[in-house]
T-cell receptor
């Protein structure tokens, strides 16, 4: 199993540009999550999904959108990039809501 | 929302020393998880705890689910240079999402 994979690994955006961060898992997990990690800080939940077709907001959803058309994929969309969105983005998955979460390697995004 | 306080924020130790860190919560948790994050990588699960009082080991790592269900502890014995990284606790209330602590940055001097 590849586990949780994320692309791209690094990206630099100009203010106002848009992009999609890709996330895929091959563990047949129902739950998937997007977090952001600012320097020296913990993880903040952006959005999560409990299954295909179902998504919900986390702690810091503003400026982001998600979709979950399949069990495997959970892309995160930034429509109008802002410098405040400069961060490291982690995707994670788990079998159930109370089970351990497994993380991808992260996407380092800089907005200038 | 839930508050998790993780301490210490950072630790500088000599190789071979033992390490202790802890997390406390303002809420009662049903699950405690401990993760390690190496530089430039995603967090990796170390230990999962599901019962109050539970004590679980993973090699030189030992974690405990506090009796009050509002705290958890992680101990690392005989530290080695590859223990360097950021250690995160995470806790989950019943029916709620996982909340992460701010992390403990561990530096091990050879």
């Amino acid at each position: 199993n590849a586990g949780v994979t994320q692309t791209p690994k690094f990206r630099i955006l100009k203010i106002g540009q848009s992009m999609t961060l890709q996330c895929a898992q091959d563990m047949n997990h129902n739950y998937m999550y997007w977090y952001r990690q600012d320097p020296g800080m913990g993880l903040k939940l952006i959005y999560y999904s409990v299954g295909a077709g179902i998504t919900d907001k986390g702690e810091v959803p503003n400026g982001y959108n998600v979709s979950r058309s399949t069990t495997e994929d959970f892309p995160l969309r930034l429509e109008l990039a802002a410098p405040s969105q400069t961060s490291v983005y982690f995707c994670a998955s788990s079998y159930t809501a109370v089970y351990e979460q497994y993380f991808g390697p992260g996407t380092r995004l800089t907005v200038t | 929302g839930q508050q998790l306080n993780q301490s210490p924020q950072s630790m500088f130790i000599q190789e071979g020393e033992d390490v202790s860190m802890n997390c406390t919560s303002s809420s009662i948790f049903n699950t405690w998880l401990w993760y390690k994050q190496d530089p430039g990588e995603g967090p990796v699960l170390l230990i999962a705890l599901y019962k109050a009082g539970e004590l679980t080991s993973n090699g030189r790592l030992t974690a405990q689910f506090g009796i009050t269900r509002k705290d958890s502890f992680l101990n690392i014995s005989a530290s080695i240079p590859s223990d360097v990284g950021i250690y995160f606790c995470a806790g989950q209330e019943s029916g709620s999402r996982l909340t992460f602590g701010e992390g403990t940055q561990l530096t091990v001097n050879p």
